[in-house]
């Protein structure tokens, strides 16, 4: 199952976690100290959704981005999914 929205093209992309080490300068340590990073992946967040369009005169069902379902109410539907080319 892809992790890809439909609407926006958000998909996975990599990232990194950085690791620390020592004690802060106000507990009276020297400083934190960037030891290390490590990768790892950063996923959208992706809802399955079904969207009622009065023009079709009923549901699409798709997986959405939170941000594209914001596009949506703030657009309408037909006009988001035309403009993303599913229609």
Known sequence: MSRICLI???QPRAG???HRSGLAKKKG???RHVTKTVNRTVYPNLQEKRIWVPELGGFVKMKLSCKALRTISKNGAYNTLKAAGLL
């Open 8 to 10: 926006r093209g958000s």
């Open 16 to 18: 990194r976690r950085i």
């Open 29 to 31: 340590g020297i400083g």
